[in-house]
C-alpha cells in the first residue's frame, strides 16, 4: 500500500508563470505543414525536488486537436492509486492497473486516449518520453488522461504514487488573465502552477531511490473561477505499459485487394417482414477483427442524418486540415432514427449501448494517421454519400462502400493474451469519382467503460453554458 506522509505546509506561495519566465524570448516557430513546434526550452523551477518547466511543449494546434478527439466523450474522472486527501490516506492497491472508482474529491471530467490515436498524438508521446528520460521509450507510457475542469470543479489533493516515477501534466488552453485558480497547486511545497495553453510541467513522484512515495510531491488541481480548463496526465510507469501491433510496411495502393461491399450481399438473402433482406455482418478480414454491414441503414435515414448536416461548413485549415473533421454529435436517442440506429450498431458488433459514445456525422480524414480511430476498442464507420473508398494501407485492402454501408473493426488485438494497440487499422477516406467530392459520413466510436452510464452521475456544463454565464 502506498505511503503519504502528511507533512507541514508552505508558508509562502511561488506562483510559477511560464510566460513571466520566458519573458522577452519568443515562442519556438510552429511548422505550418506539420504543427510541430521548434526547439523548447525547459527551465528548472526546483532543484529538490527537480520540478521542470517547458513553455509551448505542445503547439496551439497540436492542443486544438488534442481536445477535438475527445468531443462529447467526457465521463466523470475517477479516482485510483495512491490517494490523499487532508492527511487521510486512501486505501487503494499501488498498482498501475488499480481499479478506479468515482470520488467526491475529484469532480473534473476525463477521457483516456488511445496509443497512437492519430499520427499527431504518436509523436507527442514520443516528446513526452524523451523529455522523461524513459530507459524504455513509449513503452513505459501509460495512455494519456485528457482532463476538463469547468468553474467549480477540482481534483483536491492527492499524490499520483511511486509507480509512477514522473508525471508530465501540459495544459491545453488559456485561462481568464482575471482568472485566478484553475492552478495546479503543490500546498508542500508552496508552488502554484498557472495554465498556459502547450506548456508542460514535470515532476517525479518517488524518492530518488524509488522505494518510496516522495510525500512532498501531494498536489491538487484547484477549480477555475469562471472559465474551463483543460490539460492532459502524461504519466510514466515502473512497468512496460504500451503494446503495439503494427506492420512495418504498408503495401502498394496498386498491389491492394478491392472489395465492394454492396457485393457482399447474396442474391438469395432471405428477406424480412418488411420486404428488405436481412441485415447481415460478413467477416471480411479475421485478424485483426474487420467486419462489413452491407445496407446498415435504409435509405430514409441516410436522409435523416444528411439533414442534420445542413447548414454546417467546415473550411478547416491547418497542418490537421486532411484529418477527421467533424460536424456535428448526435446526443443520445436525439430522434427515434438516432435511437434506432444505436441499438442496430450494437447488435451487429455485440458491443454494449451503455459503452457507445454520441454518434459523429464527419468528413472523414483523407490523410492516413489523421482519421480518428476513437477512444476505445471498437469503431465503426458508415457511409453517407453515393460512394467512396475506405483504405486500409497496413492491411493491402481498398473497401469501397456505397450509401448506407458500414466497416467495423478492432482497435486492440488480445490474440496474445495481453492489450496490444492494433495499428493495423489505420485507416484513409477518398472519393472514387463516382462519388462527392466532400465526403460524408457517421463515426461510431464504442469505449472501454460504460461511457453513457457514467455521464449521468454528473451533470456536464458545456463550454456555451461557461461562456454564457
Same mark, same amino acid.
Given at each position: 500500500?502506498?505511503?503519504?506522509?502528511?507533512?507541514?505546509?508552505?508558508?509562502?506561495?511561488?506562483?510559477? /508563470?511560464?510566460?513571466?519566465?520566458?519573458?522577452? *524570448? %519568443?515562442?519556438?516557430?510552429? /511548422?505550418?505543414?506539420? #504543427?510541430?513546434?521548434?526547439?523548447?526550452?525547459?527551465?528548472?523551477?526546483?532543484?529538490?525536488? =527537480?520540478?521542470?518547466?517547458?513553455?509551448?511543449?505542445?503547439?496551439?494546434?497540436e492542443?486544438?486537436?488534442?481536445?477535438?478527439?475527445?468531443e #462529447?466523450?467526457?465521463?466523470?474522472?475517477?479516482?485510483?492509486?495512491?490517494?490523499?486527501?487532508?492527511?487521510?490516506?486512501?486505501?487503494?492497491?499501488?498498482q498501475?492497473?488499480?481499479?478506479?472508482?468515482?470520488?467526491?474529491?475529484?469532480?473534473?471530467?476525463?477521457?483516456?486516449?488511445?496509443?497512437?490515436?492519430?499520427?499527431?498524438?504518436?509523436?507527442?508521446?514520443?516528446?513526452? &518520453?524523451?523529455?522523461?528520460?524513459?530507459?524504455?521509450?513509449?513503452?513505459?507510457?501509460?495512455?494519456?488522461?485528457?482532463?476538463?475542469?469547468?468553474?467549480?470543479?477540482?481534483?483536491?489533493?492527492?499524490?499520483?504514487?511511486?509507480?509512477?516515477?514522473?508525471?508530465?501534466?501540459?495544459?491545453?488552453?488559456?485561462?481568464?488573465?482575471?482568472?485566478?485558480?484553475?492552478?495546479?497547486?503543490?500546498?508542500v511545497?508552496?508552488?502554484?502552477?498557472?495554465?498556459?495553453?502547450? *506548456?508542460?510541467?514535470?515532476?517525479?513522484?518517488?524518492?530518488?531511490?524509488?522505494?518510496?512515495?516522495?510525500?512532498?510531491?501531494?498536489?491538487? #488541481?484547484?477549480? %477555475?473561477?469562471? #472559465?474551463?480548463?483543460?490539460?492532459?496526465?502524461?504519466?510514466?510507469?515502473e512497468?512496460?505499459?504500451?503494446?503495439?501491433?503494427?506492420?512495418?510496411?504498408?503495401?502498394?495502393? /496498386?498491389?491492394?485487394?478491392? !472489395?465492394?461491399?454492396?457485393?457482399?450481399?447474396?442474391?438469395? @438473402?432471405?428477406l424480412?417482414?418488411? +420486404?428488405?433482406?436481412?441485415?447481415?455482418?460478413y467477416?471480411?478480414?479475421?485478424?485483426?477483427?474487420? =467486419? &462489413?454491414?452491407?445496407?446498415?441503414?435504409?435509405?430514409?435515414?441516410?436522409?435523416?442524418?444528411?439533414?442534420?448536416?445542413? +447548414?454546417?461548413?467546415?473550411?478547416?485549415?491547418?497542418?490537421?486540415?486532411? +484529418?477527421?473533421?467533424?460536424?456535428?454529435?448526435?446526443?443520445?436517442?436525439?430522434?427515434?432514427?438516432?435511437?434506432?440506429?444505436?441499438?442496430?450498431?450494437?447488435?451487429?458488433?455485440?458491443?454494449?449501448?451503455?459503452?457507445?459514445?454520441?454518434?459523429?456525422?464527419?468528413?472523414?480524414?483523407?490523410?492516413?494517421?489523421?482519421?480518428?480511430?476513437? @477512444?476505445?476498442?471498437?469503431?465503426?464507420?458508415? @457511409?453517407l454519400?453515393?460512394?467512396?473508398?475506405?483504405?486500409?494501407?497496413?492491411?493491402?485492402?481498398?473497401?469501397?462502400?456505397?450509401?448506407?454501408?458500414?466497416?467495423?473493426?478492432?482497435?486492440?488485438?488480445?490474440?496474445?493474451?495481453?492489450?496490444?494497440?492494433?495499428?493495423?487499422?489505420?485507416?484513409?477516406?477518398?472519393?472514387?469519382?463516382?462519388?462527392?467530392?466532400q465526403?460524408?459520413?457517421?463515426?461510431?466510436?464504442?469505449?472501454?467503460?460504460?461511457?453513457?452510464?457514467?455521464?449521468?452521475?454528473?451533470?456536464?456544463? !458545456? /463550454?456555451?453554458?461557461?461562456?454564457?454565464?
Amino acid at each position: 500500500m502506498a505511503k503519504i506522509v502528511e507533512l507541514p505546509r508552505a508558508t509562502t506561495l511561488t506562483v510559477v /508563470d511560464a510566460h513571466a519566465i520566458m519573458g522577452d *524570448t %519568443p515562442p519556438p516557430v510552429v /511548422d505550418p505543414e506539420t #504543427g510541430l513546434p521548434g526547439t523548447l526550452q525547459a527551465y528548472v523551477v526546483s532543484a529538490d525536488p =527537480k520540478m521542470t518547466v517547458i513553455p509551448h511543449f505542445f503547439s496551439d494546434e497540436e492542443c486544438d486537436h488534442l481536445i477535438q478527439m475527445v468531443e #462529447g466523450c467526457w465521463m466523470p474522472s475517477l479516482v485510483g492509486g495512491a490517494s490523499y486527501v487532508a492527511g487521510k490516506q486512501a486505501d487503494i492497491k499501488e498498482q498501475g492497473d488499480v481499479a478506479n472508482s468515482v470520488s467526491q474529491t475529484r469532480t473534473s471530467w476525463s477521457c483516456m486516449l488511445r496509443y497512437a490515436q492519430t499520427n499527431v498524438i504518436e509523436r507527442l508521446e514520443h516528446r513526452i &518520453a524523451s523529455i522523461a528520460g524513459l530507459p524504455d521509450g513509449v513503452k513505459q507510457m501509460e495512455r494519456m488522461n485528457m482532463v476538463r475542469y469547468a468553474p467549480g470543479e477540482l481534483f483536491n489533493e492527492h499524490h499520483d504514487g511511486k509507480f509512477r516515477p514522473k508525471t508530465i501534466f501540459v495544459y491545453l488552453n488559456e485561462m481568464a488573465e482575471d482568472d485566478d485558480r484553475g492552478d495546479t497547486f503543490f500546498p508542500v511545497l508552496g508552488y502554484s502552477f498557472k495554465p498556459r495553453k502547450g *506548456t508542460a510541467v514535470m515532476w517525479m513522484n518517488a524518492t530518488e531511490d524509488g522505494q518510496k512515495e516522495d510525500s512532498r510531491m501531494v498536489h491538487a #488541481g484547484r477549480a %477555475p473561477k469562471s #472559465g474551463v480548463k483543460y490539460g492532459v496526465n502524461c504519466f510514466t510507469n515502473e512497468r512496460c505499459m504500451r503494446e503495439l501491433v503494427c506492420p512495418t510496411h504498408s503495401l502498394p495502393e /496498386d498491389r491492394a485487394v478491392i !472489395s465492394r461491399i454492396a457485393e457482399l450481399v447474396d442474391e438469395d @438473402c432471405p428477406l424480412g417482414d418488411d +420486404g428488405k433482406p436481412i441485415l447481415r455482418a460478413y467477416q471480411v478480414v479475421p485478424d485483426p477483427q474487420v =467486419k &462489413a454491414i452491407p445496407g446498415l441503414l435504409s435509405a430514409e435515414e441516410i436522409e435523416h442524418f444528411l439533414e442534420r448536416a445542413n +447548414g454546417v461548413t467546415l473550411q478547416p485549415t491547418g497542418p490537421f486540415r486532411e +484529418g477527421s473533421q467533424t460536424i456535428s454529435q448526435l446526443p443520445f436517442a436525439d430522434t427515434s432514427i438516432v435511437e434506432a440506429v444505436e441499438l442496430r450498431l450494437c447488435s451487429v458488433t455485440g458491443e454494449p449501448l451503455d459503452n457507445l459514445a454520441m454518434l459523429r456525422l464527419v468528413r472523414p480524414g483523407k490523410q492516413e494517421g489523421l482519421c480518428n480511430r476513437g @477512444c476505445g476498442k471498437y469503431s465503426v464507420y458508415v @457511409c453517407l454519400c453515393k460512394e467512396e473508398e475506405l483504405y486500409f494501407p497496413r492491411l493491402g485492402i481498398r473497401f469501397v462502400l456505397t450509401a448506407g454501408d458500414a466497416l467495423s473493426w478492432t482497435n486492440v488485438n488480445f490474440s496474445t493474451g495481453a492489450c496490444q494497440e492494433d495499428m493495423r487499422t489505420v485507416r484513409l477516406h477518398r472519393s472514387t469519382g463516382n462519388g462527392p467530392e466532400q465526403l460524408i459520413g457517421i463515426d461510431a466510436y464504442f469505449h472501454d467503460n460504460p461511457l453513457r452510464a457514467q455521464q449521468k452521475v454528473r451533470a456536464f456544463v !458545456s /463550454d456555451t453554458d461557461v461562456l454564457n454565464k
